[in-house]
Nanobody, 124 residues
């Protein structure tokens, strides 16, 4: 059973930075594509960023492109989301997700394992 544990969320002022981490339990982490998603109150869950098995291919939502960076360390079973120039509209619960395929997608329905989420709050 895959377990994903996110950390790194918190309260930050607009313009600030945070780095989220997600540690995965599976031994075969390196064959999984990984994604970050977020859900704000009253809104649907949306894709933020995704990364393929090797880290060689990444995708971003238009709203975060140029500000957020997804990366992974397969030796540590960890995926990261570096968030810079944060805006109040980035406030949400951020979820890490795993897909048992090498290729990443930006569709939540393609991911079979999810973490419990970490809250990110950006004050204006």
């Amino acid at each position: 059973q895959v377990q994903l544990v996110e950390s790194g969320g918190g309260l930050v002022q607009a313009g600030g930075s945070l780095r989220l981490s997600c540690v995965a339990s599976m031994r075969t982490f390196s064959i999984y594509a990984m994604g970050w998603f977020r859900q704000a109150p009253g809104k649907e869950r949306e894709a933020v960023a995704a990364i393929n098995w090797s880290g060689g291919s990444t995708s971003y939502a238009d709203s975060v492109n140029g500000r957020f960076t997804i990366s992974r360390d397969n030796a540590k079973n960890t995926v990261y989301l570096q968030m810079n120039s944060l805006k109040p509209e980035d406030t949400a619960v951020y979820y890490c997700a795993a897909r048992r395929f090498a290729i990443a997608t930006m569709s939540a329905q393609d991911y079979g394992s999810w973490g419990q989420g970490t809250q990110v709050t950006v004050s204006s």
